[in-house]
């Protein structure tokens, strides 16, 4: 049971450059969000999805894009990213059916430095 | 909006002594959820502890405990027997209750914690 997988975990990127955050679940979870990480911050909330097919913005969503095509896959993309995105991303995923209910359970997050 | 506060950026314990971590939090939600998570240099965020605003009971989980004032709106973690491998990062977070507000945790800023052997 690999919980949530997040890839890469760590990426330099340029500013101007495009990419995409991966993220997975294979524990059946409705419920998936990003998280940004600041130092002195804590972690702010991105975008989050309800389930497939829907996804809503959080606290910071600028400068980002996600889709939820499947149950399993979440991904964040950075369309130009910009050295103000340099940061550690979190995915996370919860459920309110399942056992556990109301925890989310994190992936080990993505290390991002824009230059 | 809810906001969480830890106001204490650092603090440091002896290990196998007791340490307090505070949590304030301003919401107008009745029911809602509080947790603590840890994140250790390897940066998982790892929970610690989970009490939901209608059960007046403080969860306890192992050495740590809480103290959940909800009229004070207050969220405190108690460490007994501090242990070297409790050295970290520790969060206070809230989730209102309801469907769709599962994805949505708001956290505090963070508290660094040094347990000196």
């Known amino acids: 049971n690999a919980g949530v997988t997040q890839t890469p975990k760590f990426q330099v990127l340029k500013t101007g450059q495009s990419m995409t955050l991966q993220c997975a679940q294979d524990?059946?979870?409705?419920?998936m969000s990003w998280y940004r990480q600041d130092p002195g911050m804590g972690l702010r909330l991105i975008h989050y999805?309800?389930?497939?097919?829907?996804?809503d913005q959080g606290e910071v969503p600028n400068g980002y894009n996600v889709s939820r095509s499947t149950t399993e896959d979440f991904p964040l993309r950075l369309l130009s990213a910009a050295p103000s995105q340099t940061s550690v991303y979190f995915c996370a995923s919860s459920s309110d059916r399942l056992a556990g209910a109301n925890v989310l359970t994190f992936g080990a997050g993505s290390r991002l430095t824009v230059l | 909006a809810q906001t969480v506060t830890q106001s204490q950026p650092e603090m440091s314990v002896q290990e196998a002594e007791t340490v307090t971590l505070s949590c304030t939090y301003d919401?107008?939600?009745?029911?809602?959820?509080l947790f603590w998570y840890k994140q250790p240099p390897s940066r998982q965020m790892i929970l610690v502890i989970r009490q939901e605003a209608y059960k007046q009971q403080n969860a306890t989980e192992n050495r740590f405990s809480v103290n959940f004032q909800k009229a004070a709106k207050s969220f405190s973690l108690k460490i007994s027997d501090s242990q070297l491998g409790d050295t970290a990062m520790y969060f206070c977070a809230f989730m209102k209750h309801g469907t769709g507000a599962n994805s949505k945790l708001t956290f505090g800023k963070g508290i660094t914690l040094s347990v000196r052997p």
């Open positions: 999805s309800v389930g497939a097919g829907i996804t």
């Open positions: 524990m059946n979870h409705e419920y």
């Open positions: 919401t107008s939600e009745n029911n809602y959820y």
